[in-house]
């Protein structure tokens, strides 16, 4: 089975960095996904890690630790369009990812 | 057209009717997916494709189905749609079974 958690809410101030964390219990790891969907729009692929370490990409980061389960996706100079819902996703050993509830971050002056 | 499209983009349903919701790729992808968003629930899948000429169940499968015909289209039927399926529907497909995902522009559906 698989059972995805991440935070409901996040603040943060514009210019600032900002930590979304994401734990998981996913049997026959294949991966785990970050989305990034705003309101009213689709989800859209953010990042992919398979193994341990930080994913680079502008002013995003992905991070994965398998032994313990945990992601994190980092966001830097933090901008009004970045208020959004950010969705983690770990991917098990059918291939099909099961998607956490999302975190609503919200970006403010 | 370029990416995933889906059809209607709203639709108001009394309840007992049939409903196919539409959704189309253009970018050859071996898997497709339907999920339902609800406030407060995330995205959760209600059945999934492979490749063409399979399916399968996802999380929430019970009051749907969907076919696989070929390898562009992947319709979901309510068969006898209920209030408890209102919801946000999203298409979305991938290369293979495990890569990242292209989603529809979501289709906003309210049973009465």
């Known amino acids: 089975g698989q059972n995805i958690d991440q935070p409901t809410e996040m603040t943060a101030t514009e210019g600032a960095i900002v930590q979304i964390n994401c734990t998981y219990q996913?049997?026959?790891?294949?991966?785990l996904f970050w989305y990034q969907q705003h309101a009213g729009e689709a989800p859209t692929f953010l990042s992919y890690n398979v193994l341990d370490g930080l994913e680079e990409k502008g002013r995003f980061s992905s991070f994965l630790s398998r032994s313990k389960g945990y992601s994190y996706l980092l966001l830097k100079e933090l901008q009004m369009k970045d208020s959004a819902s950010y969705l983690c996703?770990?991917?098990?050993?059918?291939?099909?990812?099961?998607f956490g509830r999302g975190t609503s971050l919200i970006v403010h002056p | 057209i370029a990416g995933i499209t889906q059809a209607p983009t709203s639709q108001i349903l009394a309840a007992g009717r049939r409903m196919t919701l539409r959704c189309t790729q253009d970018?050859?992808?071996?898997?497709m997916y339907w999920y339902r968003q609800d406030l407060g629930l995330g995205l959760r899948l209600i059945h999934y494709s492979n490749t063409a000429g399979t399916t399968g169940k996802g999380e929430v499968p019970d009051g749907y189905s969907v076919s696989r015909a070929n390898t562009d289209d992947f319709p979901l039927t309510l068969a006898s749609a209920v209030p408890s399926q209102t919801s946000v529907y999203f298409c979305a497909s991938s290369a293979r079974a495990g890569d990242e995902q292209f989603f529809g522009p979501g289709t906003r559906l309210t049973v009465l």
């Open positions: 996703a770990s991917s098990g050993g059918s291939y099909i990812p099961t």
């Open positions: 996913t049997s026959g790891f294949n991966g």
């Open positions: 970018m050859r992808h071996n898997a």
